[in-house]
């Protein structure tokens, strides 16, 4: 089965070296060791070697990717299943181009994660030499800060500030450029102290008690159907006992955005669930229905909140968000907070009272579930008539991994599924590309999340047009022996495009259809076991299999095509109406 | 820095009667490449036309101040300036508009020599209103340099544009905060 050979350990045996200057190169690994990190996804190249010719010298894990968004997008999975800074590595020009669409997702998911490219020599900057791109010009709107070194004796400050940058506040990517020969020049220039780092400009929230606590308190008392709507901000801040302590202790009910999957264990009596364009029917009826809506480390997007002068109409709105920027951007805003969501929670608790029980309330909401999970595909049992549907799917990988994996969704009906489906119960194991929406993301994300991660069994959820765009990421799988399990959604379709295209566009398909390799052959060529299911009594031994399996493992699960994610906001729509489709 | 300051936030988002007019921002920035590139690509990005923006040093080694003049409405304004305080090169941010200052910019203009001496006197009568000097030439070409708001440089030009103008330059606006507003040309009080 082992098709690829994997390298042979003598053979990459370092020489001998007698001197070793303490060149720029050796500064960036110094750097990111101290600053924890254990493993770095790259690709080199020709302006990187300087770090490449240094990196074994470091306890540093290098995982060589296949493409570089698939390296950027495995420090992002890193990054978000840790909570720590994961780190990717290019070279110039198209090395460092690959990297923009893994920097783009993770700014808008504020995500923290270091991007360290080389560049062409200094003397040759700006005069298009051999994979020369202006990188640090590309990646400014996509990044929380991108710069280049240009002294070898700024390298250990510049990576320190990087990873300040990055997971300070609110989350995100920072790119770092280093000229080649930035990385080839000495430099004594010692590492920083956390003091003598020189950011001045860098919004850091306001520490501590938050006595706008009060008002909502206040606010709170006076409710009589509160939503809470939980963010990923509340994950970033590490706060998700915090805020089931408040929930309980008011008796709130809690919906989730798609990155707020994971704040609270959904089985608890207080989840509502995941609420937007694709969630739970009863959530967004709760949304509506709510006479008070806190919005705590959300950002009250689109998919979440469709026509804005719709949204909530009856409830004074609450936003508290770390990004002052955040708050009034999308919807009416009568309580702004800019607070960290963990100080927010942590002054807000001794605040409450004990609430007595919301019985009216939970009860509707209550009621409003029971129909909206029967008429959802699951509840139907189409399964039961034979028909693979991927709600069946990602159900029996919940209950065989005892809902305790990191699930790493890709993007489109998959998506969707996964978030619906798997039945999270703990935070930093569901992770997709929610703001950008990138197709490819599940497959690398998954394989930086089960090294970042190695004590969970990590499953990457996808479908068949995402996995292929970033399928090549299975080489790199085998060669570490990355325990991936990859789940791929298999409708021979692009869901997502077909839906829209029956639903809003007629029925007029184009490009919809979608030509894909046997996955199992494919496996077989990469040495990796696969199994395909096309029968509902085919998907529990398939998952055992898998899950057997020492490293990466790939199923094919052969969708019934006809089966589209409902409910659904329409494009304009608000949440009040839905549709609902034939299957639901 | 603003960040700190106000914690407490009501906003009405999207205001549809918001009103749209003339901002004036004014950001204290780090001086490094690339700042200029994250201020400017912020306000493209939110499709605000820039109408002038100036940048120059400080009394801060390192720091540089911009002031920025850009039309736009005022809830939509106002994010975008926090989203501008969150770069990290930039260090304070503030809309003017709604605070006194002062305003000024400087414009460069080149002029047929006048025709006859009442040509002259009214040339030399508009420069007088709108802070401005003839500049010295050897070649015998008018050139002066004008130093009022920008809407007196407007209504100057306009005079002067009837007086044979040639050539101009305009600098962009820079402004101060004030503690009362200061009068205007005519002097009336100004914004």
């Known amino acids: 089965m082992t098709a690829l050979r994997l390298p042979d350990p003598d053979a990459a045996a370092a020489p001998q070296r007698t001197v070793a200057p303490r060149i720029g190169a050796r500064a960036v690994c110094e750097a990111l060791v101290r600053q924890g990190v254990t493993t770095v996804f790259g690709y080199p190249g020709g302006t990187l070697l300087p770090i490449y010719d240094v990196l074994r010298e470091f306890p540093l894990r290098h995982i060589l990717v296949r493409h570089e968004q698939g390296g950027a997008h495995a420090a992002d999975g890193f990054s978000r299943a840790t909570g720590g800074v994961g780190v990717a590595m290019a070279t110039s020009g198209p090395g460092a181009i690959n990297l923009v669409t893994g920097l783009a997702t993770a700014m808008m998911d504020s995500v923290p994660m270091v991007a360290i490219t080389a560049n062409v020599p200094r003397a040759l900057l700006g005069k298009d030499a051999f994979q020369e791109t202006d990188i640090i010009g590309i990646a400014l709107p996509i990044t929380k800060y991108a710069t280049v070194v240009m002294n070898p004796d700024e390298v250990p400050l510049a990576v320190a500030e990087a990873f300040e940058i990055a997971r300070s506040g609110r989350p995100g990517p920072v790119l770092l450029d280093f000229p080649k020969d930035v990385l080839q020049e000495e430099t004594t220039a010692p590492h920083p102290e956390p003091h003598e780092l020189r950011l001045p400009g860098l919004l850091r929230p306001t520490r501590g008690d938050v006595p706008e606590a009060d008002e909502l308190a206040g606010l709170i008392a006076k409710a009589e159907r509160p939503l809470i709507l939980a963010g990923h901000g509340i994950q970033i801040a590490d706060a998700t006992e915090l805020l089931r302590q408040v929930a309980e202790k008011a008796e709130i009910p809690v919906a989730h955005t798609l990155l707020g999957i994971g704040n609270m264990d959904e089985t608890h009596r207080l989840s509502a669930g995941y609420a937007g364009m694709h969630g739970w029917m009863h959530v967004n009826k709760a949304i509506q229905q709510s006479d008070l809506l806190i919005g705590i480390g959300c950002r009250y997007d689109d998919r979440i909140t469709g026509k804005t002068s719709t949204f909530a109409p009856n409830a004074t709105i609450v936003h508290v968000d770390v990004d002052r920027s955040e708050i009034g951007k999308n919807v009416r805003t009568d309580l702004g907070i800019v607070a960290d969501a963990g100080d927010l929670l942590a002054a807000l608790l001794p605040r409450l009272p004990q609430s007595e029980p919301r019985t009216a309330w939970l009860d509707q909401i209550g009621e409003w579930r029971t129909v909206s999970e029967a008429r959802s595909w699951h509840g139907s049992g189409a399964w039961r008539q034979g028909r693979l549907s991927a709600d069946y799917v990602v159900d029996r990988i919940g209950a065989a991994t005892n809902h305790a994996a990191t699930l790493v969704s890709d993007v489109g009906q998959n998506q969707m599924w996964a978030a619906r489906y798997y039945g999270f119960r703990k935070p930093f194991h569901h992770l997709s590309s929610g703001g950008l929406g990138t197709m490819g993301y599940g497959v690398p994300a998954a394989m930086g999340a089960a090294l970042g991660a190695p004590e969970r069994e990590t499953w990457a959820v996808v479908g068949d047009g995402g996995f292929q765009m970033t399928m090549q990421e299975l080489a790199t799988l085998v060669q570490d022996q990355i325990p991936v399990r990859i789940a791929v959604l298999n409708n021979h379709r692009l869901g997502m495009i077909r839906q829209w295209q029956e639903i809003i566009y007629d029925e007029n398909y184009h490009s919809a259809e979608l030509l894909g390799p046997d996955l199992v052959r494919l496996c077989e060529a990469y040495g990796i076991p696969a199994w395909r299911a096309t029968k509902p009594e085919e998907v529990d031994g398939a998952i055992a299999a898998a899950r057997r399996a020492p490293g990466p493992a790939l199923i094919d699960f052969h969708l019934d095509e006809a089966q589209n994610v409902y409910p659904m906001m329409l494009p304009g729509k608000g949440l009040s109406d839905m549709v609902e489709g034939a299957g639901e | ?191």
């Open chain 2, 1 to 191: 820095m603003m960040a700190a300051a106000a914690r407490r936030q009501t906003l009405p988002a999207g205001d549809p009667d918001a009103e749209h007019r003339r901002h004036l921002v004014s950001a204290l920035v780090i001086d490094r490449p690339g700042t200029l590139n994250r201020v400017s690509g912020l306000l493209r990005a939110r499709s605000f036309n820039i109408e002038s923006l100036t940048v120059g040093t400080t009394d801060e080694p390192g720091r540089s101040r911009m002031t920025i003049a850009l039309r736009g409405d005022d809830g939509h304004l106002r994010q975008v300036l926090a989203q501008l305080e969150r770069v990290i090169d930039v260090l304070e941010v503030r809309d003017l508009t709604t605070v006194p200052h002062v305003e000024l910019e400087l414009a460069l203009v080149e002029l047929d020599p006048p025709a006859d001496p009442d040509a002259e006197a009214a040339v030399r009568a508009v420069l007088a209103q709108s802070g401005g000097e003839t500049l010295p030439t050897t070649d015998g070409t008018w050139r002066a340099r004008l130093t009022a708001s920008p809407d007196a440089i407007d209504q100057a030009l306009t005079a002067l544009r009837g007086h044979g103008l040639r050539r101009l330059v305009r600098a962009g606006a820079v402004a101060m905060t004030t503690t009362t507003p200061p009068p205007s040309e005519n002097g009336e009080p100004g914004a």
